[in-house]
């Protein structure tokens, strides 16, 4: 059984409701898009994407699963975990939590892990999207509980006013397409690397180093969205092994950005403690 079967998505071309239909999702219009046989669906038209292969690549995807995996940002998984709660809570009933540039799935797999015992999944939906396949792929291949979509942010996929959570995790938001998907009172939940965020790798890796300030949410705030609650998570890790450093740069725009004497700088470390520095921000949607 497919989780996609069940869930409420939309047509990429004409935003007409999708159904099953066999192996496939489709919509009145006849527009037709494959269920993967690992489990997801792939919903980027061939005229959105501004490449043959959009988002992160295999490489990255296959770095950042290896990194997040040795637990080094499970704080940040269970920070992340915990505020989505405590939004359920006060809402009861169902849930439904889109993550938009959800990666190789490992925060909505850590959320449906925890929100597993206690409460009914039952009234749990939850859908990752991103833009990168390699990465869908890989979260569908490990979480069977999810529905798992390749899409972009800019794009509408599910049904006006159907999402309780946004989640935007170290990612590219879009607000308007977020606004339209939450329900009434819904949130936007934003982690974003704040300025000491690995900051002992950018040293070794650039010649000066910029602390650059959370992205703005004035976009955000002139679209209607409300700040209205602001968490900073910080503690340090010790990266024990070069695979883990070099899995670390390539998850990161640092490998791209350090250039060569940079990616030398680190290539003989086999020891590093660094700062996670991560900001969380709850945005509440227009009314
Ligand atoms: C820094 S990674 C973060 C992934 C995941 N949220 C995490 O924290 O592990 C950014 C992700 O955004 C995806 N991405 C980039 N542009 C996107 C877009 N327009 N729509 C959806 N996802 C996008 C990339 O493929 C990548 O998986
Ligand atoms: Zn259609």
Redesign the pocket.
């Known amino acids: 059984m497919n989780l996609l079967n069940d869930y409420p998505l939309l047509c990429p071309i004409d935003a007409r409701p999708l159904h099953p239909e066999g192996r496939q999702l489709v919509c009145a219009a006849g527009h037709s898009f494959d269920l993967a046989k690992q489990g997801y669906v792939n919903l980027l038209p061939v005229q959105n994407k501004k490449s043959k292969s959009?988002?992160?690549s295999k490489a990255?995807?296959d770095a950042?699963r290896a990194f997040?995996h040795t637990g080094a940002?499970d704080p940040i998984a269970a920070g992340l975990t915990k505020q989505v709660r405590a939004l359920w809570s006060e809402e009861r009933g169902e849930l439904c939590v889109l993550?938009?540039?959800?990666?190789?799935?490992?925060?909505l797999g850590a959320l449906a892990e925890a929100l597993g015992g206690s409460e009914s999944r039952a009234n749990v939906k939850l859908l990752g999207?991103?833009?990168?396949k390699p990465?869908v792929v890989a979260a569908a291949k490990k979480y069977k509980e999810i529905a798992w979509v390749v899409?972009?942010?800019?794009?509408t996929l599910v049904p006006d006013g159907s999402q309780d959570v946004v989640?935007?995790?170290?990612?590219?938001p879009?607000f308007e397409v977020f606004s339209r998907a939450l329900k009434s009172g819904g949130k936007v939940l934003l982690?974003d690397a704040g300025p000491d965020h690995l900051i002992e790798l950018r040293e070794l890796i650039y010649p000066s180093v910029r602390r650059k300030p959370l992205p703005s949410m004035a976009g955000a705030e002139s679209l209607g969205f409300e700040l209205v609650a602001s968490q900073r998570l910080r503690y340090s890790i010790r990266l024990r092994s070069q695979a883990a450093i070099s899995d670390l740069m390539l998850?990161?725009?640092h490998f791209f950005k350090a250039g060569r004497e940079g990616r030398q700088a680190v290539a003989g470390l086999t020891q590093l403690a660094v700062t996670v520095d991560v900001s969380f921000r709850v945005l509440s949607a227009p009314h």
């Not at 993550?99 to 925060?107: L, N, S």
């Open positions: 959009p988002g992160d990255m995807v950042r997040l940002y993550d938009a540039g959800c990666g190789e799935g490992f925060y999207v991103d833009i990168s990465a899409g972009s942010n800019h794009q989640l935007c995790l170290f990612g590219f879009c982690a998850m990161t725009p």
